[in-house]
T-cell receptor, first 114, second 109 residues
Framework: DAEITQSPRHKITETGRQVTLACHQTWNHNNMFWYRQDLGHGLRLIHYSYGVQDTNKGEVSDGYSVSRSNTEDLPLTLESAASSQTSVYFC?????????????FGPGTRLTVL | GQNIDQPTEMTATEGAIVQINCTYQTSGFNGLFWYQQHAGEAPTFLSYNVLDGLEEKGRFSSFLSRSKGYSYLLLKELQMKDSASYLCAVMDSNYQLIWGAGTKLIIKP
């Protein structure tokens, strides 16, 4: 069955370290997204991609970067982790537009920055 | 600015009916989504509305009024497993999803 996976599921790191969160989907979807979810906030878009070599900044992109070298993967990198980046991170993918733009989510990565 | 409003928390009784409202103000509209999210888990898709009216899927129904910027999710015959957060999201003119903060639904026996 097609799926979307994230790794690691839990990560503790120190301020200033570089961290990369992996996202892998086997849906063969063109669109991939990274969100963060914090208490009291809706999901907030960090970066997104509409295809290989395409990346775009979302609402809260400062301090994060992504690259899309193939259809399946969109790794998220925190260049220099800050305590404000402690959050739950979700990766999602979608096929197209309209109802086919339904986004399917990975299980999430809980990141703690000390 | 763009805004999605939903109640923070609601409580209902097992077997009853509950309606979760969502109002939105966005730059453009290309559909409204409802997702369910159990604690510690990923959001999962429930419904999609792009035209006015009611969409029914088993125990769950979703309604949309584009002129009023309003939607609701109706859950019937509530079960304990329906205890979760329900997220409303609107796709704007740039095909970006704008998310509400979610409504935590507590089901009591």
């Amino acid at each position: 069955d097609a799926e979307i996976t994230q790794s690691p599921r839990h990560k503790i790191t120190e301020t200033g370290r570089q961290v990369t969160l992996a996202c892998h989907q086997t849906w063969n979807h063109n669109n991939m997204f990274w969100y963060r979810q914090d208490l009291g906030h809706g999901l907030r878009l960090i970066h997104y991609s509409y295809g290989v070599q395409d990346t775009n900044k979302g609402e809260v992109s400062d301090g994060y970067s992504v690259s899309r070298s193939n259809t399946e993967d969109l790794p998220l990198t925190l260049e220099s982790a800050a305590s404000s980046q402690t959050s739950v991170y979700f990766c999602a993918s979608s096929e197209g537009q309209g109802e086919t733009d339904t986004q399917y989510f990975g299980p999430g990565t809980r990141l703690t920055v000390l | 600015g763009q805004n999605i409003d939903q109640p923070t928390e609601m409580t209902a009784t097992e077997g009853a009916i509950v309606q979760i409202n969502c109002t939105y103000q966005t730059s453009g509209f290309n559909g409204l989504f409802w997702y369910q999210q159990h604690a510690g888990e990923a959001p999962t898709f429930l419904s999609y509305n792009v035209l006015d009216g009611l969409e029914e899927k088993g125990r769950f129904s979703s309604f949309l009024s584009r002129s009023k910027g309003y939607s609701y999710l109706l859950l019937k015959e509530l079960q304990m497993k329906d205890s979760a957060s329900y997220l409303c999201a609107v796709m704007d003119s740039n095909y970006q999803l704008i998310w509400g903060a979610g409504t935590k639904l507590i089901i009591k026996p």
